[in-house]
């Protein structure tokens, strides 16, 4: 008679650990899983590299992925206002990006940045259609640890944007952190005060009269 062959549990629970070990390491480390296509939505601002750069999705497997984690991460970027991650089959990724998008070019003491309505400012990456410009001789900018916080009043840009629909011919806007918003007149004069009731005086299409601050 063949002697019989006892299979303990502590064998199995063993070979049960390795092939789970193992099954944990191909998926950690196997080319199939490699995150190899991108889909992403929303970007007006950003290009899919950069998206792909922000969400430090390179290289790495669909399985080491956290979506929350790399929503998260994404929004700490001041292009970026929410965001949404979902992992697909094998090695998709799908990123759908709410941007903030610029509404004025400031030219702080010569470093140039896009502003969100929000105040919040971003990295000038070219020309943007539409943006009002404005130019401070000293910097005016208030920056902090925190990228995502506003630099600037929100009030002092929906300001700038209104007196720049309204008097376009007047380029430029200047801001000083003394005097506020401004312009060179014609004469090539800086004209600060009284800038909010210019805009509302504009508005009712009466230009008013604003004189220069002399110091």
């Known amino acids: 008679a063949l002697p019989r062959v006892r299979v303990g549990i502590r064998l199995i629970s063993g070979l049960m650990a390795v092939g789970v070990a193992w099954m944990i390491h191909f998926c950690l480390t196997s080319p199939t899983f490699i995150v190899g296509e991108l889909a992403v939505s929303g970007v007006q601002v950003l290009t899919q590299a950069q998206v792909q750069s922000l ?16 929503a998260e991460r994404m929004t700490g970027y001041p292009e970026v206002a929410s965001a949404e991650v979902h992992l697909s089959f094998l090695n998709r990724i799908e990123i759908t990006l709410e941007e903030r998008l610029p509404m004025v070019e400031w030219d702080d003491a010569g470093r140039k940045w896009w502003l969100s309505a929000e105040g919040v400012a971003m990295l000038r990456m070219g020309d943007w259609p539409g943006a009002v410009q404005i130019t401070s001789i000293t910097p005016a900018l208030s920056f902090s640890s ?33 005097y506020g918003l401004g312009f060179n007149d014609e004469r090539g004069w800086p004209v600060y005060a009284a800038i909010f009731q ?8 009466s230009r008013g009269i604003i004189l220069p601050i002399e110091d």
Do not use: C
């Open 55 to 70: 969400a430090k999705i390179e290289a790495v497997t669909i399985f080491s992925l956290d979506p929350a984690e790399i």
């Open 198 to 205: 210019y805009v509302e005086k504009v508005s009712n299409n």
């Open 146 to 178: 925190d990228p995502t916080q506003a630099v600037v009043s929100p009030d002092i840009l929906q300001a700038a944007v209104s007196l720049h629909q309204h008097a376009a011919e007047m380029g430029a806007l200047m801001y000083d952190p003394q």
